[in-house]
C-alpha cells in the first residue's frame, strides 16, 4: 500500500487525502495547524501518522511551497514529493537554488485545475478532482519514477493527466486564471457603491462573471504575484483593449460626428469575444469542432428525454454534445443535440421518422 | 379576455408570448420575418393575428424600439404600448420628439432583466422570467393605467416589478449588466491567440466569467452605445483600477525592492470584489427555483445518457433541469441533475439501486 503524506490541510490537500483515503492509499495529514489536521481526519482525508512516505504532496500555500518542498525532500529520502501551487516556475526556481540533484529529481510539480472560490477544508470534496485536468510539470532531471508516481495519485482522485513545462503553464494560467480572477474582481468592486435598487436589477450575467471573485485575498495575491512576470503582458493587452473600447465609447457620447467607427470597434470587441470563448474546450477536450445542431421539440411528458436519447442510439449516432432548455410550467422544452457535421442529416432523418418535430 | 400584441418574436417577445399564453392571455404575434413568426407560434408563444390589442409589447433591437413603439402607439390607439428594451433613457427621448402628450400617457418603458447569452426565438422558454426582476420606468405623464397594465403582464409572466426612472435604470445596468459584458468579451478575447494546450487548462473559473461573451455583437453594440453616457464612467473607474494593478505587478516583475506595497495593492484588489460580490441578493434573486441537483458520473459508453433518462422516468422522477460537464481528455463526463428539493432523495436512492455513481 501506497504512503502518501499529505502536508497541508486546506481545501486542495484534504480533498486529494479525501480521494486517494477512498481509492485505498494510506494517507497521513500534517499542517501547522492541529485544529486543521483533527478536521481534516474528521471527514475522511486520511489519518494522522508519521510514517516514512512513498509520495509527499505539499499543498501548502504557495509563497512557503518550495520550502516546504525542500524540507520534504530532506526529511523524506526516499518519497517522491509534488505541490500542488498554482505557479509552477517560482517554484522551480527556489528549489534549484535550495537542493541538490539528486534531491530536485524526486520532484515534480503539478496543479490541479480543481477548486473554485471557496477554501479550507470545510470545502474539501473527495470528487473535487473527477473529470478536472492535473498538469504536471516535469523539469529536465525529474526522474521517471517520479513523474510516475504523480501521474497515478492524479488519476487516482479521478483527475486526467496532462504534462506541460513549467513556463507554459505559467504563461497559459495566466490567461485562463489568473486574469479572470482580476477581471471578476475589478467588476465586483463597481458593485460596492450602487443603490440597493441597483444591485436589485442583478441577474444571471453578472453573477457568472463575478463568481469567482468571492476568492480569497491573500491566496490570490501569492498566485498573482507569483506569477507577475506572465500575467503582466496579458494585463497589459486587455487595459488596451479597454482603451479602445473607452475612446469609442467616449465618442459616441460626444455625438454623430465624433462617432464614426465607434459602433465597429464595439461590435468588434463582442465579436473578438465570441471568437475567444469558441476555443473553449468541448466534449472530453477535444479541440473545439464545429459541431451542426439540431434542436427537437420535447413535449414536457414523461421519459420524452429516455426516449429521444434511444432514438438517437437506435440510429448509431453518437452525441458530441447537448443542452436541455427545459421550461418548468410550459407544454414543450427544447433538446439542442450536437453531432459532427456528417452525422447530422442522417440524425434529421432518423428523428423525423421517429416522430419528433425538430427546429433549425 | 386580454389581446396582447407582441412585437418582435427574439428571445424576449416568444418568451413572453409563450408565458402569457400559458395564463390565459390571447397573444398575438408579429415580427418583420413571417419564419420567425411561425417558429414562435410552433413554440406555444401566441397565434398570429391582426386584432385591436389591449397591450402592445415591443421587443425589437433596441435601435428601433423608439420609432416602432411610436407606430404602434399611433395604429392601436386605445392600447398601452411597453418596449422591452436594455436601456430605457433613449428610447424615451426620441419618444418625446416623436409622438404627442396623449399617444406618450399611453407608453410605459420597461425591462425584465432575463435572458442570457443564446438569442432568438429557439432559446425561448416560458419560464424566463419566473422569478426574475421586470423594471417598470414610468415617466412623469404616464397613465395610471398603463403603468397597472405592464406591472400585470409582469406579474403574469412571474416576475417581481421594481418601478425607477428611467435614468436611474440606465446607471444601475451600466455597472450590473452592460460592464459585466464587456469583461467577459475583453477576458474571453485574450483565448483567441493561445496555444490549444493552453486552452486546454480553462476550468470552471474563467467558463463562469466568460459564458456572455457568446453574445451577439450587433445586439449588444446597440446596447452599449445607447447607455454610453452611464457606461464611460464605470469603464473609467474599471480602467483606474486595472492600471492600479498593473503597476503593482510590474513592480512585483522589477524585484522586491519596487514592490514595497505592490502585494497590498493587490490583496486590496480581491478584498474589494469581495466586499462587492456580497452585496448580490442572494438565493432568490438567482435561480428562478432552489433546486435540489444530484451529479451522476457518466462512463463515456454508448447510451449512457439514454439509460439515465430511463432509469429517472422509471423511478417517476421529473427532471427541472440538467447541465454536462465535460472533462479535458477523460473518459467521464458528469450529468448534473436538477430536480424539486422534495425529489431528491427518492432521485439518489433510484440511481444508486440502478447502479450510477452519484457524487454530492
Known amino acids: 500500500?501506497?504512503?502518501?503524506?499529505?502536508?497541508?490541510?486546506?481545501?486542495?490537500?484534504?480533498?486529494?487525502?479525501?480521494?486517494?483515503?477512498?481509492?485505498?492509499?494510506?494517507?497521513?495529514?500534517?499542517?501547522?495547524?492541529?485544529?486543521?489536521?483533527?478536521?481534516?481526519?474528521?471527514?475522511?482525508?486520511?489519518?494522522?501518522?508519521?510514517?516514512?512516505a512513498d509520495v509527499v504532496v505539499v499543498a501548502t500555500p504557495p509563497d512557503v511551497a518550495a520550502s516546504v518542498v525542500a524540507q520534504q525532500l530532506r526529511d523524506q529520502p526516499d518519497a517522491v514529493v509534488t505541490d500542488v501551487?498554482?505557479?509552477?516556475?517560482?517554484?522551480?526556481?527556489?528549489?534549484?537554488?535550495?537542493?541538490?540533484?539528486?534531491?530536485?529529481?524526486?520532484y515534480v510539480g503539478s496543479h490541479p485545475m480543481a477548486g473554485r472560490e471557496r477554501s479550507g477544508a470545510v470545502a474539501a470534496r473527495a470528487d473535487l478532482f473527477e473529470g478536472r485536468t492535473w498538469v504536471l510539470c516535469p523539469h529536465e532531471t525529474t526522474a521517471d519514477r517520479a513523474r510516475a508516481s504523480i501521474d497515478e495519485i492524479a488519476r487516482a482522485a479521478g483527475a486526467s493527466v496532462v504534462t506541460m513545462p513549467a513556463a507554459e503553464h505559467d504563461l497559459a494560467v495566466a490567461a485562463v486564471s489568473h486574469l479572470p480572477q482580476v477581471a471578476a474582481s475589478l467588476v465586483a468592486a463597481r458593485l460596492r457603491d450602487l443603490p440597493d435598487d441597483a444591485v436589485g436589477l442583478a441577474g444571471p450575467g453578472v453573477r457568472d462573471v463575478t463568481r469567482i471573485a468571492a476568492s480569497d485575498p491573500l491566496l490570490w495575491t501569492q498566485i498573482l504575484a507569483g506569477n507577475a512576470a506572465n500575467l503582466l503582458p496579458v494585463l497589459d493587452a486587455v487595459a488596451d483593449d479597454l482603451d479602445r473600447v473607452r475612446s469609442a465609447v467616449r465618442a459616441i457620447c460626444e455625438g454623430e460626428n465624433a462617432a464614426t467607427g465607434a459602433r465597429g470597434v464595439l461590435a468588434q470587441t463582442i465579436a473578438d469575444g465570441q471568437t475567444g470563448h469558441a476555443r473553449l474546450p468541448g466534449k472530453h477536450g477535444a479541440p473545439p469542432t464545429a459541431y451542426a445542431s439540431v434542436i427537437v421539440v420535447l413535449p414536457d411528458r414523461p421519459r420524452q428525454l429516455a426516449q429521444l436519447f434511444a432514438d438517437v442510439g437506435d440510429?448509431?449516432?453518437?452525441?458530441?454534445?447537448?443542452?436541455?432548455?427545459?421550461?418548468?410550467?410550459?407544454?414543450?422544452?427544447?433538446?439542442?443535440?450536437?453531432?459532427?457535421?456528417?452525422?447530422?442529416?442522417?440524425?434529421?432523418e432518423a428523428l423525423t421518422a421517429a416522430g419528433w418535430r425538430l427546429h433549425s
Chains 1, 2 share one sequence.
Open 85 to 106: 501551487a498554482s505557479v509552477k516556475q517560482t517554484v522551480l526556481e527556489e528549489l534549484r537554488e535550495a537542493v541538490g540533484g539528486d534531491a530536485l529529481a524526486r
Open 315 to 348: 440510429a448509431g449516432i453518437n452525441l458530441e454534445d447537448l443542452r436541455i432548455e427545459h421550461a418548468v410550467g410550459a407544454q414543450v422544452g427544447l433538446a439542442e443535440l450536437m453531432v459532427l457535421p456528417a452525422a447530422l442529416e442522417p440524425l434529421q
Open 1 to 52: 500500500m501506497t504512503t502518501v503524506r499529505v502536508v497541508g490541510t486546506g481545501l486542495l490537500g484534504t480533498s486529494i487525502g479525501m480521494a486517494l483515503s477512498a481509492k485505498g492509499f494510506r494517507v497521513q495529514l500534517h499542517d501547522t495547524s492541529p485544529t486543521s489536521v483533527a478536521l481534516a481526519r474528521d471527514l475522511g482525508a486520511g489519518e494522522v501518522g508519521d510514517d516514512p
